[in-house]
């Protein structure tokens, strides 16, 4: 069965360091990945998506990026974190350009930029 | 782009009683629709969804959605709450004219009170 990794569970990070957010799928291939932001307890900001190694698109302009080193390996990073970065991220997956089918959710990181 | 609505920020049921959480599509073609639950500080979990076919589609936990073409609805239901049934509520819609991403509604508190 296919599950999905995601850490850490919290990180707390002063203003202006780096960051680095880690996910990774087990049990497919070629997923669509994805991040999320959810700011407040509230509605999910898509960040980024990838449909393969290499292959990023940015929803919105922000002070983060994303990688996909490998097929089933998505990171969310920052170079100088902003207070504003702060929230709940959530990685998913789901099957590559399947339209019926669900997307997974890791249990997501709480960052707090302090 | 196709999108959702959830027109209540949150909903409040007594133990026992039905629970509703409506939700409203915009779509051009045919929808393909989803509900996830989130509790406090966790990932996603998902309900249920509506492909194609019967209009009353039965998920996990009790809970069914009735697809409703002429209404452009998509609402969540449970015939008898339960306290545990609080949690933040996700209508999403497979958005096909933007790469088949998911696209989530803003939310919908729910509290069942004992």
């Known amino acids: 069965s296919q599950t999905i990794h995601q850490w850490p569970a919290t990180l707390v990070q002063p203003v202006g360091s780096p960051l680095s957010l880690e996910c990774t799928v087990e049990?497919?291939?070629?997923?669509?990945l994805y991040w999320y932001r959810q700011a407040a307890g509230r509605g999910l900001q898509l960040l980024f998506y990838?449909?393969?190694?290499?292959?990023i698109s940015s929803e919105v302009p922000q002070n983060l990026s994303a990688s996909r080193p490998q097929d089933r390996q998505f990171i969310l990073s920052s170079k100088k974190l902003l207070l504003s970065d702060s929230g709940f991220y959530l990685c998913?997956?789901?099957?590559?350009?399947?339209?019926?089918?669900?997307?997974?959710f890791g249990q997501g990181t709480r960052l707090t930029v302090v | 782009a196709q999108s959702v609505a959830q027109p209540e920020d949150q909903v409040n049921v007594a133990e026992g009683n039905p629970l509703t959480v409506k939700c409203t599509y915009s779509?051009?073609?045919?929808?393909?629709l989803f509900w996830y639950v989130q509790y406090p500080n966790r990932g996603l979990q998902f309900l249920l969804k509506?492909?194609?076919?019967?209009?009353l589609v039965k998920g996990s936990y009790g809970f069914e959605a009735e697809f409703n073409k002429s209404q452009t609805s998509f609402h969540l239901k449970k015939p008898s709450a339960l306290v545990s049934d609080s949690a933040l509520y996700f209508c999403?819609?497979?958005?096909?004219?933007?790469?088949?991403?998911?696209?989530f509604g803003a939310g919908t508190t729910v509290t069942v009170r004992a």
């Open positions: 049990g497919t291939s070629n997923p669509n």
């Open positions: 509506y492909i194609t076919g019967d209009n």
């Open positions: 779509v051009s073609g045919n929808p393909y």
């Open positions: 999403a819609v497979r958005d096909m004219s933007n790469d088949y991403k998911l696209s």
């Open positions: 998913a997956w789901s099957v590559l350009r399947q339209v019926e089918t669900e997307a997974f």
């Open positions: 990838s449909v393969g190694i290499g292959q």
